[in-house]
């Protein structure tokens, strides 16, 4: 009878040690899962703030280029003109003001 305790000892180990076997790798690909998952929903918040920068940036670029055609036209005649007319009332000698009369 001893020789068929150590054999049924031997096989209840082998069990066990293939059911702690099969627990961690269970557990490791739990853990990894979780991982996984963690990244990707950090990779969508940085695609996410990337195309929100990428906006901003051309926003912010259609400002520039605004600010700029806003400048050329301060240094322009035209500008000049206008001011003049509008702020300080000055015509060229050959333009009438016309007004309408409120009744």
């Known amino acids: 009878m001893t020789g068929k305790k150590r054999v049924r000892t031997r096989k209840n180990n082998n069990r066990?040690?293939?059911?702690?076997?099969?627990?961690?790798?269970?557990?490791?690909?739990?853990?990894?899962?979780?991982?996984i998952v963690k990244?990707?929903?950090?990779?969508?918040?940085?695609?996410?703030?990337?195309?929100?920068?990428?906006?901003e940036y051309a926003e912010e670029m259609d400002r520039?280029?605004?600010i700029k055609e806003y400048d050329r036209y301060t240094q322009s005649r035209e500008y000049v003109e206008d001011i003049a007319k509008s702020k300080l009332g000055l015509l060229y000698g050959n333009e009438i003001i016309f007004k309408e009369q409120k009744e």
């Open 16 to 35: 066990t040690g293939k059911f702690c076997i099969s627990l961690i790798m269970l557990a490791f690909v739990a853990v990894m899962s979780v991982q």
């Open 39 to 55: 990244i990707y929903q950090k990779d969508q918040e940085y695609i996410n703030r990337q195309e929100a920068l990428e906006q």
């Open 64 to 66: 520039k280029n605004e």
